[in-house]
């Protein structure tokens, strides 16, 4: 045999050992654990700060540190699920001038990409969608993955007046403030 065919001969047998033995990474699916995760927020009302939480949501999680070009989240928030311990507070903020959950049940969160800023930090860029209003933010957060358990925790702050949060006399921000700070806490497992 001439050397170039050896030569051929044995990288046809090599490059397809190396193509099985190269592990393939692709992002896992995760499960979130209702009873341990959370989206809350915090305002200001007449100058007092508040906090409430959305008690339902739902969570599609595609991600792998390995591949966050393959990760992808999306979340569904029912908003008739708010909780602010003031059930004058919840009703108003169901109501047409806030959330108009009769037309615009759902809050929706989207992600675009994904990026390691950090050992465990990520940005997740995103479509935040409420009153049928979309805009793009960035969420920082904090992972760590242990086994098959992971837990993120991220804030992020919008202005609610930047989604129609508030119409009429309340989109004046002097009696409830226009920054809202929103927290996820999501513990979810594999």
Excluded at 15 to 33: G, S
Excluded at 129 to 147: A, H, Q, S, Y
Aim: proline fraction near 3%.
């Amino acid at each position: 045999m001439t050397s170039l065919f050896k030569n051929i001969l044995r990288a046809s047998v090599i490059v397809p050992a190396i193509a099985v033995w190269v592990p393939a990474f692709a992002a896992d699916t995760w499960q979130v654990k209702a009873d341990d995760s959370d989206i809350k927020f915090s305002g200001t009302q007449l100058g007092a700060d508040f906090e409430g939480a959305f008690d339902k949501f739902t969570a599609e999680i595609v991600f792998s540190p390995d591949d966050l070009a393959g990760s992808k989240v999306s979340v569904l928030i029912d908003i008739a699920s708010v909780d602010t311990e003031n059930a004058d507070r919840d009703s108003q903020i169901i109501s047409a001038d806030w959330f108009d959950v009769a037309q615009w049940p759902t809050a929706r969160f989207e992600t675009r990409s994904f990026r390691e800023i950090g050992p465990g930090q990520y940005e997740a860029v995103a479509d935040l969608t409420i009153r049928d209003v979309t805009k793009e933010v960035v969420l920082p957060f904090n992972l760590e993955i242990e086994g098959n358990e992971a837990d993120a925790e991220g804030t992020l702050v919008i202005k609610r007046t930047d989604f129609g949060v508030g119409q009429g006399q309340w989109s004046d921000t002097s009696q409830v403030g226009d920054e809202v700070t929103i927290r996820i806490d999501i513990d979810a497992t594999r």
